[in-house]
């Protein structure tokens, strides 16, 4: 099947076209049809597999008659709302909106927290057509009267059980409570809980269920790899199996943000570029880290689960978990990054003795058992035992600490013949303040 075959106009098949996509993913096969006839739809798919595409190419067809190039702000209400959990989601939706729909005058705008205010102000004035954004900022906005829904034809709900898990159920009624009820509501997300299903059923209407992959499946294009090794080791296996590998671009999962930075901070000493991405850095900064990776200028991005969902890294070939997940289901969401669009990928897990708990409950969950391998020989790290002789000898790591200002004051000592007695160590001279008076000359 081609993307013709499914009733989209020329404007969104050029845009597909120049972004090198011929043949629509399982889930846009089965999604995009009922969305642009109108219907709910409830779709679950495994990450990877081209959701986002799936709503943002029929929402754009279903709003061309909107479209127009006027500078009056009341010719550009928000009449599609979508709601993401995570700022780099929300950047991601944002873009592929942009990306599909250039050839048509739709204007496009995501708000969320992390960044200054002002802009998302000024744009909300302006006007926009599709608004992307998670729901706290969405709130604030709404609270300072900047955004209006009358308008709204469009609800979407992206990653939805993760927006549950982030505890932002409260916030998403109050929102939906301020909508148009004559809409059309789609749900999408990698898993459903029954919790999700059973809030599908009062938000949705008669909807379309889309499932193209079992629940918590996990894609077939990405190979398991586990080793086994002491939890004082990690890092050291990193680095060996990124140097023996010559792995060159890699995002590495931890559990916390403490974690991340360490090992980040451990990589950089071991003269591997590498940067660490999780909540506590401003948005800016994960947005040039996550930009810089992208483009190869750093090779190790390290990060916590808020990447797990969101990040769009074409062709990326592995993922690490350096720390097994707590929840199992957050496994499948990391490896997802790997392995999409059809691309092969590798997901490595480094698990230690207090792990194993943690790996049942990911194999039980995918139903799978992970293939166990071996790591390098010791001789392959070459590099590190240079640079710890480096260390046993490099004075730096081993003298006192000498300022600069201080060495180039002081001369070089003179070196003392074997078996001398160090001298004892001169008294600091200090300048007198007053001098005694001087003593008159004999008579």
């Known amino acids: 099947m081609q993307f013709s075959d499914l009733g989209l106009t020329p404007e969104l098949l050029q845009s597909i076209e120049e972004q090198g996509y011929s043949e629509?993913?399982?889930?846009?096969?089965?999604?995009?049809?009922?969305?642009?006839?109108?219907?709910?739809?409830?779709?679950?798919?495994?990450?990877g597999t081209g959701k986002t595409a799936s709503f943002t190419l029929p929402m754009l067809q279903r709003l061309k008659g909107h479209a127009n190039s006027s500078v009056s702000p009341a010719r550009h209400p928000v009449r599609a709302l979508i709601l993401v959990p995570t700022r780099e989601l929300a950047a991601q939706v944002e873009e592929s909106a942009r990306t599909y729909g250039k050839n048509i005058p739709l204007r496009v705008a995501s708000v969320f927290g992390g960044v200054p205010i002002d802009p998302q102000i000024a744009a909300l004035r302006a006007g926009i057509e599709i608004l992307v954004a998670t729901p706290g900022r969405l709130l604030d906005h709404i609270q300072s009267k900047m955004v209006m829904f009358h308008a709204v034809e469009f609800l979407v709900l992206d990653e939805?059980?993760?927006?549950?898990?982030?505890?932002?159920?409260?916030?998403?009624?109050?929102?939906?409570?301020?909508?148009p009820h004559k809409r059309q509501t789609l749900l999408f997300s990698a898993t459903y809980s029954d919790e999700i299903r059973n809030l599908a059923a009062q938000w949705l209407r008669d909807p379309v269920q889309v499932e193209v992959a079992p629940r918590n499946a996990v894609t077939e294009t990405v190979t398991h790899t586990v080793y086994r090794v002491d939890s004082r080791a990690k890092r050291d296996a990193l680095v060996k199996l990124l140097r023996h590998r010559d792995m060159r671009q890699v995002l590495v999962f931890c559990n916390t943000k403490i974690g991340a930075n360490r090992l980040a901070y451990r990589l950089q000493k071991d003269q591997l570029n590498a940067a660490a991405i999780h909540s506590?850095?401003?948005?800016?900064?994960?947005m040039q880290a996550l930009a810089e990776f992208k483009e190869g200028q750093i090779r190790i991005l390290v990060a916590t689960d808020i990447a797990a969902r969101g990040l769009d890294i074409e062709q990326l070939p592995f993922v690490v978990n350096f720390d097994i997940p707590s929840n199992p289901e957050d496994y499948v969401h990391r490896i997802g990054r790997t392995g999409r669009a059809g691309l092969r990928g590798e997901a490595i897990s480094l698990v230690a003795l207090e792990d194993f708990d943690a790996l049942a409950a990911v194999e039980k969950l995918i139903k799978q058992k992970l293939q166990v391998a071996e790591m390098p020989p010791s001789g392959v790290d070459r590099q590190a035992r240079s640079n710890e002789k480096q260390r046993d000898t490099d004075p730096l790591f081993h003298q006192p600490y000498v300022s600069a200002h201080r060495a180039k004051a002081q001369p070089a000592a003179e070196p003392r013949p074997l078996g001398a007695v160090a001298s004892k160590k001169k008294e600091k001279q200090i300048a007198a303040l007053f001098l005694p008076p001087a003593s008159k000359p004999d008579a």
Do not use: H
Request: glycine share 4%; aromatic share 2%; net charge positive.
């Open 160 to 179: 939805a059980d993760r927006m549950l898990d982030m505890g932002f159920l409260p916030d998403i009624k109050r929102i939906i409570a301020m909508l």
């Open 280 to 286: 506590d850095r401003t948005q800016a900064e994960r």
């Open 24 to 47: 629509p993913t399982p889930v846009q096969q089965k999604a995009i049809p009922p969305i642009l006839l109108g219907r709910d739809v409830m779709a679950a798919a495994q990450t």
